[in-house]
């Protein structure tokens, strides 16, 4: 059908004149929806969009384009907000082989809740990983785009699996070299026993190779260091918080030197943060293009399980239960804390979610990504970005900031605006309609009524029957685990 509108369009464009003696054809057209400029923070009344395949081929005063042209499908977006889809950029996939089909399922679960595409920042799956993208990109698995960095550069016997060892510069080249012939989309660089002096040289080598880079920073090296050798993204806003502690290069040389251990090192930290050394370090970032994705949700989460031990969340029966069983070791290590610990887990999550305002006034980009997956307790895929979102809102970030994080933000990363974060003509046909205003309450990306990937139309009905599915898959493996 697609190929038979695209003849004709070709057909048309050929003989009519730029007065349209006849209307174009298009596949899909939206129409009477309020455009959500996201760039401008500012909304866009009464707009006609016409989508072909997975582009957008035109945008305008609904009246106008629904003059010149036609469409098989068309979709009514009066009173509704029409953005472009969301992006989550820190997911990850894992558990081992036996979890594959549990890590499969969550596929379906972004899309639901307009999430069109995903940045694995990988786990102990990273073949698997990489053949869903394939899949993906090639129409044969349903689900969001996904960039993924394969497996992630660790040191010897780290305590990730799935990881790529190196100890040396040789192993390093070795690494890349495979990642390379994996054609992965960024670098993932982790510090659980990486020398220090091979994770900068892992992210100078990631420069020179063109390759975007992320990473978890050793405590012996400070932010700015990282960042000098070229790293492309700081995970998780504690390292954000580091870079602001006025004595961090001399507890990274003393924690080099073992003059003191972790939990001396993290103490001095937390007791350190001064808001002038901050703001500089921050305004660093943005002259060096250096963006920092928080992952605010999961610190939360796992800083009040006192609080809220998330047993009766509804979301969990979209949880396969061996993915539910890994979250244990984080409830488990939670439980043991003594109440001082409690409470210091508290404001620490305070102190840490406190730096989020400072740079966005820095002008550093900020990125939203959840950490959701294995492991990560009750950060669930899919709603998981929304709870990110309000609590960007609830720390400092207009709503319209905010929505720019899940939207505009990842293209960037990668060098993609171009394509994404924009409902514009020629963009990509990566949609969500919401039935409220983002602007005004960053909680209306919840208000989904209809879904657009790559120019397909999922409707209210056809989003509810994917979580259907999955909580029936998920039903039927609770069941097969009962003894």
Same mark, same amino acid.
């Given at each position: 059908?697609?190929?038979?509108?695209?003849?004709?369009?070709?057909?048309?464009?050929?003989?009519?004149?730029?007065?349209?003696?006849?209307?174009?054809?298009?596949? +899909?057209?939206?129409?009477?929806?309020?455009?959500?400029?996201?760039?401008?923070?500012?909304?866009?009344?009464?707009?006609?969009?016409?989508?072909?395949?997975?582009?957008? +081929?035109?945008?305008?005063?609904?009246?106008?384009?629904?003059?010149?042209?036609?469409?098989?499908?068309?979709?009514?977006?009066?009173?509704?907000?029409?953005?472009?889809?969301?992006?989550?950029?820190?997911?990850?996939?894992?558990?081992?082989?036996?979890?594959?089909?549990?890590?499969?399922?969550?596929?379906?679960?972004?899309?639901?809740?307009?999430?069109?595409?995903?940045?694995?920042?990988?786990?102990?799956?990273?073949?698997? +990983?990489?053949?869903?993208?394939?899949?993906?990109?090639?129409?044969?698995?349903?689900?969001?785009?996904l960039f993924t960095s394969g497996a992630?550069?660790?040191?010897?016997?780290?305590?990730?699996?799935?990881?790529?060892?190196?100890?040396?510069?040789?192993?390093?080249?070795?690494?890349?070299?495979?990642?390379?012939?994996?054609?992965?989309?960024?670098?993932?660089?982790?510090?659980?026993?990486?020398?220090?002096?091979?994770?900068?040289?892992?992210?100078?080598?990631?420069?020179?190779? &063109?390759?975007?880079?992320?990473?978890?920073?050793?405590?012996?090296?400070?932010?700015?260091?990282?960042?000098?050798?070229? %790293?492309?993204?700081?995970?998780?806003?504690?390292?954000?918080?580091?870079?602001?502690?006025?004595?961090?290069?001399?507890?990274?040389a003393d924690f080099a030197a073992k003059?003191?251990?972790?939990?001396?090192?993290?103490?001095?930290?937390?007791?350190?943060?001064?808001?002038?050394?901050?703001?500089?370090?921050?305004?660093?970032?943005?002259?060096?293009?250096?963006?920092?994705?928080?992952?605010?949700?999961?610190?939360?989460?796992?800083?009040?399980?006192?609080?809220?031990?998330?047993?009766?969340?509804?979301?969990?029966?979209?949880?396969?239960?061996?993915?539910?069983?890994?979250?244990?070791?984080?409830?488990?290590?939670?439980?043991?804390?003594?109440?001082?610990?409690?409470?210091?887990?508290?404001?620490?999550?305070?102190?840490?979610?406190?730096?989020?305002? %400072? %740079?966005?006034?820095?002008?550093?980009?900020?990125?939203?990504?959840?950490?959701?997956?294995?492991?990560?307790?009750?950060?669930?895929?899919?709603?998981?970005?929304?709870?990110?979102?309000?609590?960007?809102?609830?720390?400092?970030?207009?709503?319209?900031?905010?929505?720019?994080?899940?939207?505009?933000?990842?293209?960037?990363?990668?060098?993609?605006?171009?394509?994404?974060?924009?409902?514009?003509?020629?963009?990509?046909?990566?949609?969500?309609?919401?039935?409220?205003?983002?602007?005004?309450?960053?909680?209306?990306?919840?208000?989904?009524?209809?879904?657009?990937?790559? &120019?397909?139309?999922?409707?209210?009905?056809?989003?509810?029957?994917?979580?259907?599915?999955?909580?029936?898959?998920?039903?039927?493996?609770?069941?097969?685990?009962?003894?």
């Amino acid at each position: 059908m697609k190929s038979l509108f695209l003849a004709c369009a070709a057909a048309i464009s050929a003989v009519a004149a730029p007065a349209f003696a006849a209307a174009a054809k298009g596949d +899909v057209i939206i129409r009477h929806a309020t455009v959500v400029d996201v760039e401008h923070a500012r909304t866009v009344a009464d707009q006609a969009v016409v989508l072909r395949g997975s582009d957008i +081929v035109a945008v305008g005063d609904d009246k106008d384009i629904a003059a010149k042209w036609q469409a098989p499908r068309s979709v009514e977006g009066k009173g509704q907000y029409l953005i472009p889809g969301l992006w989550d950029m820190h997911v990850h996939f894992g558990g081992g082989p036996e979890l594959i089909e549990e890590n499969k399922a969550l596929l379906p679960l972004y899309l639901a809740h307009g999430i069109t595409t995903i940045r694995d920042c990988s786990g102990d799956l990273p073949e698997q +990983v990489l053949a869903w993208r394939d899949e993906i990109a090639g129409g044969k698995l349903q689900g969001p785009q996904l960039f993924t960095s394969g497996a992630k550069i660790e040191g010897l016997k780290p305590v990730w699996k799935g990881t790529i060892e190196v100890g040396s510069q040789a192993d390093v080249d070795a690494a890349f070299a495979r990642l390379q012939r994996d054609r992965v989309d960024f670098v993932k660089i982790t510090d659980s026993t990486l020398d220090p002096p091979l994770f900068l040289y892992a992210v100078a080598r990631a420069k020179q190779l &063109g390759l975007r880079s992320s990473g978890h920073i050793p405590m012996a090296l400070t932010v700015q260091q990282a960042v000098d050798a070229g %790293l492309s993204s700081i995970e998780h806003l504690d390292y954000a918080y580091k870079a602001g502690v006025k004595d961090e290069a001399a507890i990274a040389a003393d924690f080099a030197a073992k003059r003191i251990d972790r939990a001396a090192a993290n103490q001095r930290l937390d007791q350190g943060f001064d808001r002038d050394v901050a703001m500089a370090a921050y305004r660093r970032f943005a002259a060096q293009d250096m963006s920092v994705t928080p992952t605010l949700n999961g610190g939360r989460i796992l800083a009040f399980l006192d609080r809220d031990t998330h047993a009766d969340d509804a979301y969990l029966a979209y949880i396969g239960p061996k993915l539910r069983k890994t979250y244990d070791w984080r409830i488990e290590r939670a439980a043991k804390a003594t109440p001082a610990e409690i409470q210091a887990r508290h404001e620490r999550y305070a102190r840490v979610a406190a730096v989020l305002p %400072l %740079l966005q006034q820095a002008g550093v980009t900020i990125i939203a990504g959840t950490d959701a997956g294995f492991l990560n307790s009750f950060n669930y895929p899919g709603i998981g970005l929304h709870d990110e979102l309000g609590l960007f809102v609830e720390n400092g970030l207009t709503p319209a900031q905010a929505l720019s994080t899940a939207t505009r933000s990842g293209p960037a990363w990668f060098g993609k605006l171009v394509r994404y974060g924009a409902v514009a003509e020629g963009k990509a046909a990566d949609l969500v309609l919401l039935q409220k205003n983002p602007l005004q309450d960053i909680a209306a990306t919840r208000a989904i009524s209809t879904v657009i990937l790559r &120019g397909e139309v999922y409707d209210r009905a056809a989003l509810d029957a994917m979580l259907d599915a999955t909580r029936k898959q998920v039903a039927a493996w609770n069941a097969a685990t009962k003894p």
